[in-house]
């Protein structure tokens, strides 16, 4: 089992903002690597595969970078509609970790 | 768009059995292998089970193993997941996602159902 660890798990911004998200895995998944959007009451939405491609139709401030362990998702000028939980999910091998989810809250 | 619609979630007793199903659209369903994750009240999501395009393989989260089976019906573009002996610790949204890669089931997910809610309790 690969585990992930997602930091930090509440993280306060204003709008206008650049804000990072961190996952760290527990062994190297070269850049098998996803972050998905969950806002409340809602399903998640795919924002990056294979660390840093943006699915189509997500907006070009979402970014993804890493490879290996240790990856992170930036935000660039946070807009109000950004605010919600994000996980990162490994698809290197079963079972498909997810971390722990970062809450981004507005300040 | 993809739609992807769950049914079957409701209220169980513990070592009852549910059986939710996906229904699905939008793509040649038998391209791609499809996914089960569950999100426990106010908790973080959870991987549970895949079945390849085919159905020739399944894996499963070691928390549900041996009570929970994927199975998929490509003529009718349906996924199930039949659940026996529910525990209360399965109460959750349940939803079905589609592999983003063709005919790779270790892939990202590029589109999730909606989610039905299964709750466990006497």
């Known amino acids: 089992v690969i585990w992930v660890t997602q930091s930090p798990s509440l993280l306060s911004a204003s709008t206008g903002d650049r804000v990072t998200i961190s996952c760290r895995m527990s062994q190297d998944i070269n850049n098998y690597l996803a972050w998905y959007q969950q806002k409340p009451g809602k399903a998640p939405e795919l924002l990056i595969y294979?660390?840093?491609t943006l699915q189509s139709g997500v907006p070009s401030r979402f970014s993804g970078s890493g490879s290996g362990t240790d990856f992170t998702l930036t935000i660039s000028f946070l807009q109000s509609e950004d605010f919600a939980t994000y996980y990162c999910q490994h698809y290197y091998n079963f079972p498909h970790t997810f971390g722990q989810g970062t809450q981004l809250e507005i300040k | 768009q993809v739609p992807l619609v769950e049914s079957g979630g409701g209220v169980v007793q513990p070592g009852r059995s549910l059986r939710l199903s996906c229904a699905a659209s939008?793509?040649?369903?038998?391209?791609?292998?499809m996914q089960w994750v569950r999100q426990a009240p106010g908790k973080g999501l959870e991987w549970v089970a895949v079945?390849?395009?085919?159905?020739?393989?399944?894996y499963y989260a070691d928390s549900v193993k041996g009570r929970f089976t994927v199975s998929r019906d490509n003529s009718r573009n349906t996924v199930f997941l039949e659940m026996n002996s529910l525990r209360a610790e399965d109460t959750a949204v349940y939803y079905c996602?589609?592999?983003?890669?063709?005919?790779?089931?270790?892939?990202?997910?590029?589109?999730w159902g909606q989610g039905t809610l299964v709750t466990v309790s006497s």
């Open positions: 939008g793509f040649i369903f038998s391209h791609y292998g």
């Open positions: 996602v589609k592999e983003g890669n063709r005919g790779d089931y270790n892939s990202y997910f590029d589109y």
């Open positions: 079945i390849s395009n085919d159905g020739s393989t399944k």
């Open positions: 294979a660390a840093s």
